[in-house]
């Protein structure tokens, strides 16, 4: 796992110096090696976290025409590599990431199409005088890039870009707006004005006159339905899984596991525990506050004794959670709602102390049809949809009131904020109007809310303490497997993930697997009020990004509706973070791991 980052010139030589830069920017993403390319026009550089062979694997890694730089792990590389051999390729280094160098050379971009893992690289080919910009199939690795008058840009991370951003960044309305009523923005656009994201499954090939051609080598939407019995599906999926698990445990140093008191890190705990044959490490956490009844670290803790893991339990209370909330939105990167990105960097800290690799169970409910909003009843949807149109009933709904949008948005917003449904009313639309409606709740949101959401705070919050995340569910293999799988075996009552659940019966008890499902709770509303709300009250409709985008009379009204004793929270949260985010990214100043969230709203 690493950071990448560079840049193509249309005429003239790559600054050395503006790549150290972009490099310092990157330094958590690899702690242990820094390689810096620089040849004519081309800039190339990787901040490396060493995985798999230690000592070898420097990059950028060159062979003959073909430089590279790589994030990311190639999980086929034995397999992949024996093939490559077999046509004569000759390697030396037993790194994983040499196999795309030698697949490219052999097969162009349709080598892309035999990579199985997570990864975004930079691949310039001298003979073409072209740079490929390529990105995993789910997204799972993130990659940016910036197509300026004279030069292209690309990183692993916006903070890498803003470092030798021409000017102050600018943010764009669109996707400020659907990070204020969405939680995250998605698709190409970032929040800063011309920088954008590579898409998942797909590859960019830029030419020496910085021309973009885009090349999509994987699409959902060829993922066929199939109507399988559950014994069908089973005997199928047996082998699938456990294949994928001995590829996503591949690695010369320890790793562990993040363990929630749900079915999808208990499904890993069970199959890590059965391959390996050791005691997994495992990482939980849970709160001070005895009050919260959500809190899942009792059977947490009680599925990793029943495996005899060597579990590790973190426990937090409102201040320590609140004192790390600027250093979790700088190593976010992107804006996220995501409160349990606050948790998650309390887990990575820890486990970070230990390994260097963890596996999380993101993407189970996605794949499988985890999730209560993919469970509504026919007259649900159609009512939501003759209220919102668009995308059938599903995604319909913004955080932000019309009422409150009136009060407290400035004109810019206002004018952008009809367009926030556009990335799910688009995803909907694509889908194959075979698909069940169940199918299309998943597809939406494996197309938004899971690379720009969900693995943003995998990646980039683990990242942050140099930990490498991986995401066993979100192998291609799995995601076709479980978005092929008919309806009767995704949901059914009150219960979502049937076959995933059912399939898990032989390994975790059956009490485990049905329980209600909670969700990573992080109890923000509890937590916001007395003294910090105050505070709060004093400092956020006099920051510089309110007065700019907002109108502070409304935004002072919606934090008194909350000293009140009323709910505006999710409101006010998004707003602390945009303005502790302002601040960091617009202003260039960098937080430590423990600072006071108001002094960063001052």
């Not at 390729?89 to 162009?108: K, M, Q």
């Not at 140093?253 to 705990?269: A, C, E, H, K, N």
């Not at 479980?482 to 059956?510: N, T």
């Not at 009323?566 to 973070?577: E, F, H, K, P, V």
């Amino acid at each position: 796992m690493c950071g990448i980052a560079g840049v193509l010139l249309k005429r003239g030589c790559a600054d050395e110096g503006a790549l150290r830069r972009m490099a310092g920017a990157l330094a958590h993403r690899g702690p242990d090696d820094l390689g810096v390319h620089v040849a004519g026009p081309l800039g190339l550089l990787q901040t490396r976290l060493s995985i798999i062979d230690l000592e070898h694997g420097h990059q950028p890694m060159a062979d003959g025409p073909l430089t590279l730089a790589a994030n990311g792990e190639i999980y086929n590389f034995i397999e992949l590599r024996r093939a490559l051999e077999a046509r004569g390729r000759r390697f030396t280094t037993n790194s994983d990431s040499e196999t795309i160098l030698h697949a490219y050379a052999l097969d162009g971009l349709h080598a892309l199409a035999s990579l199985n893992g997570m990864f975004a690289f930079a691949l310039y080919d001298a003979r073409r005088a072209e740079l490929l910009l390529g990105r995993d199939r789910l997204g799972i690795k993130p990659l940016y890039y910036a197509q300026l008058p004279d030069r292209l840009l690309f990183a692993s991370e916006l903070k890498a870009l803003l470092a030798v951003w021409p000017g102050e960044p600018a943010l764009e309305p669109g996707a400020l707006v659907q990070y204020l009523q969405n939680h995250f923005n998605t698709g190409g656009r970032s929040l800063v004005c011309g920088i954008r994201r590579v898409p998942p499954g797909a590859a960019l090939v830029v030419d020496a006159e910085l021309q973009l051609h885009e090349h999509h080598y994987w699409s959902l939407l060829d993922v066929p339905s199939r109507q399988l019995h559950f014994e069908q599906a089973a005997e199928e999926f047996e082998p699938l899984f456990r294949q994928v698990m001995l590829e996503h445990l591949r690695g010369d140093v320890p790793y562990g596991l993040f363990l929630s008191s749900g079915v999808d890190s208990g499904v890993l705990l069970a199959m890590m525990s059965e391959l390996t044959g050791q005691p997994v490490r495992t990482f939980s956490i849970g709160y001070r506050d005895a009050s919260i009844s959500a809190d899942e670290l009792p059977d947490a803790t009680a599925i990793a004794h029943r495996f005899g893991a060597e579990h590790t339990e973190i426990v937090l209370d409102r201040d320590a959670a609140f004192r790390r909330l600027p250093h979790t939105i700088w190593a976010t990167d992107d804006l996220l709602h995501d409160y349990a990105c606050l948790p998650t960097s309390f887990l990575a800290e820890r486990a970070a102390r230990d390994l260097k690799v963890i596996l999380t169970g993101e993407g189970g409910d996605e794949v499988f049809a985890g999730y209560g909003r993919y469970r509504r009843t026919l007259p649900q949807r159609w009512l939501k949809n003759l209220v919102s149109p668009g995308s059938g009933g599903f995604r319909t709904r913004g955080q932000w009131t019309s009422g409150w949008i009136r009060r407290a948005f400035g004109a810019e917003l206002k004018a952008a904020a009809a367009a926030h449904r556009a990335p799910f009313i688009a995803a909907w639309q694509a889908a194959p109007n075979a698909w069940s409606d169940v199918t299309r709740c998943q597809f939406t949101d494996l197309c938004t809310w899971l690379p720009d959401d969900l693995l943003v705070k995998a990646d980039r919050v683990l990242m942050g303490f140099g930990l490498e995340g991986r995401v066993p569910f979100l192998d291609h293999r799995v995601v076709e497997f479980g978005l092929g799988l008919s309806d009767a075996l995704k949901v059914g009552g009150r219960q979502g993930k049937l076959f995933l659940k059912r399939w898990a019966e032989r390994r975790i008890p059956p009490e485990h697997l049905w329980r209600r499902k909670r969700g990573f709770y992080v109890p923000v509303r509890q937590w916001l009020r007395g003294e910090f709300l105050d505070g709060l009250a004093a400092r956020l409709p006099e920051h510089p990004v309110i007065q700019r985008w907002f109108r502070p009379e409304g935004v002072a009204t919606l934090v008194r509706e909350q000293q009140r004793g009323g709910n505006t929270s999710r409101a006010i949260w998004g707003l602390m973070q945009l303005a502790i985010w302002h601040r960091i990214f617009i202003e260039g100043h960098v937080p430590s791991r423990d600072e006071d969230p108001l002094e960063w709203i001052a």
